[in-house]
Nanobody, 116 residues
Framework: QVQLVESGGGLVQPGGSLRLSCAASGFTFSLYAMNWYRQAPGKERELVAA????????AYVDSVKGRFTISRDNAKNTVYLQMNSLKPEDTAVYYCNAKFNYIDYWGQGTQVTVSS
């Protein structure tokens, strides 16, 4: 049974930091590219960060470059998103995604709220 379980979301003040984790099971994690998406109320889901299967390459949406870092530990079947210098516009539900060819798996999402 495939599972992607996100954790680490919460309420944080502007300028603060959070680290999201996504624990994977039920598939060969090391074969899959991993992505973090987010969806704010009334907006479309957007790709925030991506990492290749072995972690050799990463990519970010312009709005988070220099503030967010995606990483993975294939021995632990886990992908992370370190979020620093958080802004109110980062408020959204963050989703973990695993992608391999035409296969897509999604987590249930974790809420991140940036507010004073």
């Amino acid at each position: 049974q495939v599972q992607l379980v996100e954790s680490g979301g919460g309420l944080v003040q502007p300028g603060g930091s959070l680290r999201l984790s996504c624990a994977a099971s039920g598939f060969t994690f090391s074969l899959y590219a991993m992505n973090w998406y987010r969806q704010a109320p009334g907006k479309e889901r957007e790709l925030v960060a991506a990492i290749t299967s072995r972690g050799g390459s990463t990519a970010y949406v312009d709005s988070v470059k220099g503030r967010f870092t995606i990483s993975r530990d294939n021995a632990k079947n886990t992908v992370y998103l370190q979020m620093n210098s958080l802004k109110p516009e980062d408020t959204a539900v963050y989703y973990c995604n695993a992608k391999f060819n035409y296969i897509d798996y999604w987590g249930q999402g974790t809420q991140v709220t940036v507010s004073s």
